[in-house]
């Protein structure tokens, strides 16, 4: 979390549009709250339903882990499909703030498994500190770092090295704080990366080599980081996998058979869920929005 998601985010919400986010922020936060919400419970009851091996609360904890979507696959869709313009915004903004909501189902479903109890009134609470607390310390240290920033270019201080390596460690710094307050780190960092957007930059034309050298590095390090974390994940595969493939009482069919089950009951939400979310969309500003809401682009979703 703090290695690869910390910058990952950072650096995803740096250069993402701010007129997009503000223009989207309705259906952003719908999808990344309220979407992430129902289908860790409606998915944990399909999944338990279908799949009764996995008991309800692991079922819940299953459907939190995945109902989160991850930004770095969304970029690498978009490279590969020519998604619309929109929906690329939507699902990439969707895609920086969800993991604080899916962490905290995560977190309930797994204590409700290990002790048999589930406060829904604590879960939610926890939720509001975690995303408000978060959001307030990425903001203050932004800030805090850029001015720091502008101090020492105002005493003439233009160290390169010095600059570059502020930026590099503001991420970590941010996620740290927020974790040590028991905050979420992911909203922290999310917050702070929107704050330092590079359109607004503290580097003027004067300090045009810092600013190039800090890109080009963050670039470097975007880039190593992305190609480690998928390296890691198929490595570990294998290991995750060894006690249920080597297992006799399980045939291994069954359990691609419940991958697919568990991969259509979430795909079946997620559509569901932005076709009714467009519609209702529509019929807000149907005289202003002229095309009726299409299926498949729910299902490109």
Do not use: C
């Not at 979420?184 to 590079?198: C, D, F």
């Not at 992305?226 to 045939?251: K, Q, R, T, W």
């Amino acid at each position: 979390m703090l290695l690869f998601v910390a910058p990952l985010l950072y650096s995803d919400a740096k250069h993402f549009p701010k007129k997009e986010l503000w223009e989207l922020r309705a259906p952003i936060f719908a999808n990344a709250i309220w979407l992430v919400f129902l289908t860790t419970i409606l998915g944990g009851f399909l999944i338990n339903f279908f799949v009764q091996e996995i008991s309800l609360p692991l079922s819940f904890a299953l459907a939190a882990v995945l109902s989160p979507t991850d930004p770095v696959a969304v970029q690498g869709i978009a490279e590969q499909v020519k998604l619309p313009k929109r929906l690329l915004s939507l699902v990439s903004g969707e895609s920086l703030i969800n993991d604080a909501s899916g962490l905290i189902a995560f977190k309930y479903a797994l204590a409700a498994f290990l002790t048999g109890t589930f406060s829904f009134r604590a879960a939610t609470q926890d939720f509001i500190y975690m995303a408000i607390i978060g959001a307030l310390i990425g903001y203050v240290l932004a800030k805090f770092i850029r001015l720091v920033e502008t101090a020492l270019l105002r005493q003439g201080i233009q160290d390169v090295v010095l600059h570059t390596t502020i930026q590099i460690l503001a991420p970590f710094i941010i996620y740290i704080s927020a974790e040590m307050a028991h905050a979420s780190g992911v909203i922290a960092v999310v917050v702070a990366g929107v704050i330092s957007i590079r359109q607004d930059s503290v580097y003027r034309r004067q300090y045009s080599e810092i600013k190039l050298v800090t890109n080009r590095v963050w670039e470097i390090i975007i880039y190593q980081l992305n190609g480690i974390v998928f390296v890691i994940l198929g490595a570990s595969l294998p290991f995750a996998m060894h006690s249920a493939m080597v297992n006799p009482s399980i045939n291994n069919f069954t359990l691609i058979w419940y991958v697919i089950i568990t991969w259509f009951i979430l795909l079946i939400i997620r559509t569901f869920w932005s076709y009714g979310y467009m519609w209702m969309s529509y019929f807000k500003s149907r005289n202003m929005v002229e095309v009726k809401p299409k299926f498949y682009t729910a299902l490109l979703t």
